[in-house]
């Protein structure tokens, strides 16, 4: 069954929400286990860069639900 846009939304959010309290308590000394794997302070920039990459996702999500097109155009005529 095809999951729908919003679901796809609600997803990456919780699944932000979880980078970010991963985030916290690593940096309060905490191991915890995130995508299957113990993760210390060590790791922090790999939660970061997932963090990131689900921020990117939601954006484009978003964005395609609002309709608009995923390509810009630039006039490239020297005219103007």
Known sequence: M???????I????LMLEACDK???DVLAGKTVTFNGRSVTRE?????RK????LRE???ELKRL??????????????RF
């Open 10 to 13: 609600e997803q990456v959010q």
């Open 50 to 53: 997932t963090r990131q990459t």
């Open 65 to 78: 639900g609002s309709g608009r097109s995923r390509f810009k155009y630039a006039n490239l005529n020297p």
């Open 22 to 24: 991963a985030i916290l």
């Open 2 to 8: 095809a999951v729908s846009r919003s679901e796809q």
């Open 57 to 59: 996702e939601l954006v």
């Open 43 to 47: 790791s922090l920039s790999e939660i």
